[in-house]
């Protein structure tokens, strides 16, 4: 029997005690800022189990035993734990103008401050702050860390912060009540692991993205862009929580009004343009799908990817344009390049004392392949890179040189789209001017 069909026979919650295990024992180096990037930021992946109604612990003083939360494998052989259903948290963050991740699903934390110790203590501050939980508590059990991954902009182009990624695990079945902090955190969402894990649970982010690739001009070029280009497709997993708690102070919760008043006066003109007293509806963020996408969806493909037999690479696709002709040029360009990184990756999880995201592939040590292809020697020379910066993120390797091919796929398909407009408007006036001139 191999690995994996051993690994498949297990239940989640010994995979997740096995992965955690691993992770506590294994950790990752720190990636260093580059130059002209001094920013840093910490993030906490939370994870607790939820007991089932048949097996709630009846004695929670002897569930904080400090001997069972200091061994992760005696925590997992609990009752309650072993028929629990493990979860994560995640925060919605507070809509704010010019915010670059405003409304944004993320995990709690943020940027470390001059009198921060380590970044690790950035992440139990900001955990504290934004959502009320101590993480320096005893029931608050600090795992690990998750590779760390330098945060870029405008495509790959522009370095912007390292973010830190840091696991905990809470080992009380219950939390003690939250302070969502106003104007930082909109919501916090308890996710079940097996629906984050789920097939179903995997959809699509759309967003314009004329603004990352044109830095500079009006209205009508990025009209154009968005029109030639469309939206940009990025992987997203579409959240189901079992518990959720909303910040309901702030006017994005619900508005203040004179409830003294049974009728609100709308305007003759209000009317008409079709604007009513619950114009708040129209932008109801509970209303909304929770959509957890982009450097957190990172993140989260770096923790399942240590999950066997789970494939964690399903939960994330290659970015792409909606445009199909710009979606073609783009697949043509980067296939040869997919199937490197996709390679690289495999190496780079056979190097290490982790599962293969190929379950068809077996962990085989890095000096056990025959590089004998100017290709492989390409791809040693890629991984020593990663290896020298320390870094080591899935989602970072499989993106290595993929927006210099999308930025030039994308330059193609506006050039194509232009000429072929150009074209058409001249067939149109050539044959105007025929008509005109037989006239």
Known sequence: MTKDQESSQKSLIDLLCETLISISQNHYQHIENPVKCSKRASV???????????????????QSDSNIRSDIKKFFTLPWVQQG????????????????????????GGKRDSEDLDDKNVAIRETAEEIGLDLSLSDALYIGNLPDRLVQTAWGTFPIMVLCPFVFLWTKATVPPLKLQPGEVASLHWVPLRTLLSPSSRTYKYVHTSDRFLQKG???????????????????????????????????????????????????????????????????????????????????????NQLPPYNAMELWSYPTFTNYDARLIISILTMSLKRRNKSLLRIQNSSSDQSTIDTEIEKVPIKDFSFSTAQTSDQIKILQKYQQKNQSDVVGIMLDGYYDKVRRGAIIAISLRTIGALSIMFIILKKYMKIKHTN
């Open 44 to 62: 906490a992946l939370i994870i607790r189990t939820r007991p089932s109604f048949n097996h709630w612990p009846e004695d929670e003083i002897n």
């Open 218 to 304: 009006g209205i009508f070029s990025r009209t154009i862009l968005r029109y030639t280009l469309g939206l940009m497709q990025f992987s997203a997993v579409r959240l189901l929580p079992s518990e959720s708690l909303y910040c309901s102070s702030t006017k994005e919760f619900f508005p203040k009004e004179n409830l003294t008043k049974s009728e609100h006066k709308t305007s003759f003109i209000s009317k008409i343009i079709g604007q009513s007293s619950t114009k708040w509806n129209d932008s109801f963020s509970r209303n909304e799908p929770l959509l957890l996408w982009g450097l957190t969806l990172g993140i989260l493909v770096d923790f399942l």
């Open 85 to 108: 259903d493990p979860e994560i948290a995640f925060i919605k963050r507070a809509a704010r103008e010019g915010d670059r991740w405003t409304n944004h699903v993320a995990l709690p």
